[in-house]
């Protein structure tokens, strides 16, 4: 299976956008997704999760109140809503999946990875 993330640009500080996490030949149904990010120079950080059934979520501290991950399992796509974005939140973004239906926050709990869309953000 492969993933794609994608949605990333060049946004204003304050701005918004929204990532798109889609597979190709496997469904994403049973499995949760996380969103992680890897500035220049930094370790690969977890930014979200959301477990198989979209009820469950969780947030890196530092995207709290401004982003919010979600799903549609109808169209197999997970989701990263991103506003008020700061300059720190320029990076590489990725989408993981899991084999396994609850959510994770460590990069080695996931299985299968996208490529990465790039975010950047000016002041």
């Known amino acids: 299976v492969q993933l794609q993330a994608f949605g990333g640009g060049l946004v204003q500080a304050g701005g918004s956008l929204r990532l798109s996490c889609a597979p190709s030949?496997?469904?994403?149904?049973?499995?949760?997704v996380g969103w992680f990010r890897q500035a220049p120079g930094t370790e690969r950080e977890f930014v979200a999760a959301?477990?198989?059934?979209?009820?469950?979520?969780d947030y890196a501290d530092s995207v709290k109140g401004r982003f919010t991950i979600s799903r549609s399992n109808t169209k197999n796509t997970v989701y990263l809503q991103m506003n008020s974005l700061k300059p720190e939140d320029t990076a590489v973004y990725y989408c993981?999946?899991?084999?396994?239906?609850?959510?994770?926050?460590?990069?080695?709990?996931?299985?299968?990875w996208g490529q990465g869309t790039l975010v950047t953000v000016s002041s």
């Open positions: 030949g496997r469904t994403l149904v049973n499995y949760a």
């Open positions: 993981a999946v899991r084999r396994f239906s609850n959510i994770a926050t460590t990069t080695h709990s996931y299985d299968v």
């Open positions: 959301i477990n198989y059934s979209g009820r469950r979520t």
